[in-house]
């Protein structure tokens, strides 16, 4: 699989990681096994990078991710030598989510719960999980994870973003390693400015959404249903949390009539899927990108995208033409 570095870590991961917010919840019903095997086959297929966090299911995901792990053996071993990265997410818990609840104390008990979720006793990476915006004008808060590190309780840590902005005011505080930020065929804005700052600054991006919630598999359509507890039948409006999670934001007839221009660019030989995993990597300055999994047939299509060679550059130009015309008007600025 194509490697990436990530960052001022020194680990170096597999372009293609496992995203496991799936296997923990608000993607519909996923029973336990299904999530193992998804697992397994990724590990399986050399991926070496996992991301989840503390509220996919309520830490369902964590600890599917320990008793992986431990089947295989891999618990004890030291991340990029012999266990895959493991990155989670903390602050999603605090009810009311606001940025006054980014307090040390809380931080600390979100961490120590993964710690046991996820069997290890310093987690690899710990990202806030998309904060408000006031919390990256805090630097208190990111002192507090600088203690955390001090004290062996994380190795490194990060921030998931909802907005370029907040991504180029985390990367303002030296302790910041990755920055997560949805970048897909229809989320086009961190090329302008947020990714090269981030491979000027060497922070590792770790691409989220990355099939923009399944669209960009070219499987859905117009009468295409989905579970009461899937996000994207709860959300399609950011009812529960910031509508650019569902569909990327992009108006559901919209993103139909993109998907179906991009037919006529992408690869014809590829599944849509695959060729969208690696528009997600022609971008030098992406570190890793995480496609989410239901079952292990799932899991290894994405995988294969981490071996394709670059899409030609005129498939490149189409598709950020495509991007300008039909998509940047509903979510270029908003993001």
Same mark, same amino acid.
């Given at each position: 699989?194509? %490697?990436?570095?990530?960052?001022?870590?020194?680990?170096?991961?597999?372009?293609?990681?496992? &995203?496991?917010?799936?296997? &923990?919840?608000?993607?519909?019903? @996923?029973?336990?096994?299904?999530?193992?095997?998804?697992?397994?086959?990724?590990?399986?297929? =050399?991926?070496?990078?996992?991301?989840?966090?503390?509220?996919?299911? *309520?830490?369902? $995901? /964590?600890?599917?991710?320990?008793?992986?792990?431990?089947?295989?053996?891999?618990?004890?071993?030291?991340? =990029?030598?012999?266990?895959?990265?493991?990155?989670? %997410?903390? &602050?999603?818990? !605090?009810?009311?989510? @606001?940025?006054?609840?980014?307090?040390?104390?809380?931080?600390?008990?979100?961490?120590?719960?993964?710690? *046991?979720?996820?069997?290890?006793?310093?987690?690899?990476?710990? +990202?806030?999980?998309?904060?408000?915006?006031?919390?990256?004008?805090?630097?208190?808060?990111?002192?507090? !994870? *600088?203690?955390?590190?001090?004290?062996?309780?994380?190795? #490194?840590?990060?921030? $998931?973003?909802? %907005?370029?902005?907040?991504?180029?005011?985390?990367? /303002?505080?030296?302790?910041?390693?990755?920055? +997560?930020?949805?970048?897909?065929?229809?989320?086009?804005?961190?090329?302008?400015?947020?990714?090269?700052?981030?491979?000027?600054?060497?922070?590792?991006?770790?691409?989220? @959404?990355?099939?923009?919630?399944?669209?960009?598999?070219? %499987?859905? &359509?117009?009468?295409?249903?989905?579970?009461?507890?899937? #996000?994207?039948?709860?959300?399609? #409006?950011?009812?529960?949390?910031?509508?650019?999670?569902?569909?990327?934001?992009?108006?559901? /007839?919209?993103?139909?009539?993109?998907?179906?221009? !991009?037919?006529?660019?992408?690869?014809?030989? !590829?599944?849509?899927?695959?060729?969208?995993?690696?528009?997600?990597?022609?971008?030098?300055?992406? $570190?890793?990108?995480?496609?989410?999994?239901?079952?292990?047939?799932?899991?290894? $299509?994405?995988?294969?995208?981490?071996?394709?060679?670059?899409?030609?550059? /005129?498939?490149?130009?189409?598709?950020?033409?495509?991007? #300008?015309?039909?998509?940047?008007?509903?979510?270029?600025?908003?993001?």
């Amino acid at each position: 699989m194509l %490697k990436r570095r990530f960052g001022r870590t020194g680990w170096e991961v597999g372009a293609v990681g496992f &995203g496991a917010w799936a296997i &923990g919840g608000s993607w519909g019903p @996923v029973a336990e096994a299904d999530a193992r095997a998804a697992l397994h086959a990724a590990l399986d297929a =050399g991926t070496d990078f996992i991301d989840t966090a503390d509220v996919y299911g *309520d830490g369902r $995901s /964590e600890r599917i991710i320990r008793a992986v792990l431990q089947e295989r053996g891999l618990l004890a071993a030291e991340p =990029g030598q012999g266990r895959p990265v493991v990155a989670t %997410k903390a &602050g999603r818990r !605090l009810d009311p989510h @606001v940025a006054e609840g980014y307090t040390a104390e809380a931080l600390g008990a979100f961490i120590d719960r993964s710690r *046991d979720n996820l069997g290890m006793e310093t987690l690899d990476l710990v +990202q806030l999980h998309c904060p408000p915006t006031t919390v990256y004008y805090r630097p208190e808060v990111f002192e507090a !994870l *600088d203690r955390f590190v001090a004290e062996g309780r994380i190795r #490194h840590y990060g921030v $998931s973003v909802e %907005k370029v902005e907040e991504g180029l005011k985390a990367i /303002e505080f030296p302790g910041v390693v990755s920055v +997560q930020i949805i970048w897909n065929l229809f989320r086009q804005r961190p090329a302008e400015l947020f990714l090269p700052r981030a491979a000027q600054k060497q922070v590792a991006v770790i691409a989220r @959404v990355p099939l923009a919630s399944g669209l960009l598999t070219g %499987k859905f &359509g117009p009468d295409s249903r989905f579970a009461p507890d899937d #996000h994207r039948a709860f959300n399609r #409006h950011g009812e529960a949390f910031d509508v650019g999670e569902t569909f990327s934001g992009v108006p559901y /007839e919209v993103a139909l009539e993109a998907v179906e221009a !991009l037919r006529r660019i992408l690869p014809a030989h !590829l599944p849509m899927a695959q060729a969208a995993l690696r528009w997600c990597l022609m971008e030098e300055a992406v $570190s890793v990108v995480i496609p989410g999994a239901r079952n292990a047939d799932q899991a290894r $299509s994405n995988a294969e995208s981490g071996h394709l060679p670059p899409l030609p550059p /005129e498939v490149m130009e189409a598709a950020r033409d495509l991007y #300008h015309r039909l998509i940047a008007p509903h979510v270029h600025q908003r993001w």
